[in-house]
């Protein structure tokens, strides 16, 4: 899954093993097993990098790093918009992500 999205993998299997080994029989990829999680989605598969987490725990990590990727792209696009132009949005087209960044957080 990892070449898939470009990560490395560095890992040895016996250091693999090491990571797994007490968590194993709860490895999988439903609500409540286990998987391996880079520490803030970054990086890449190496010791000291990974931790062992739940399913839910590690979708959550990569959508709070998704969110912030976002909002600096955004904060990135918004820097190129003069001054006076940020500060007149009386016609509404400020982009509600700047208007309130924890919109889309919000379930």
């Known amino acids: 899954m990892q070449k ?3 990560i490395d993998f560095k890992l ?3 250091e693999w093993w090491d990571i797994w080994k007490p968590h194993y029989h709860n490895r999988g990829s439903k609500k409540g097993q286990f ?9 890449a598969y190496e010791v ?11 979708a959550h990590t990569r959508s709070v790093v998704s969110f912030d990727k976002k909002m600096k792209d955004l904060k990135e696009a918004w820097q190129g ?3 006076e132009i940020r500060e007149d949005d009386e016609d509404g ?9 924890y919109r889309s957080m919000m379930y």
């Open 12 to 14: 040895s299997f016996d």
């Open 35 to 43: 998987c391996m999680c880079r520490i803030m989605d970054k990086g």
């Open 93 to 101: 087209w400020l982009p509600r992500e700047l208007k309130n960044p």
């Open 4 to 6: 898939k999205r470009g």
């Open 81 to 83: 918009f003069s001054e």
């Open 48 to 58: 000291g990098n990974v931790t062992i987490g739940t399913v839910e725990n590690n």
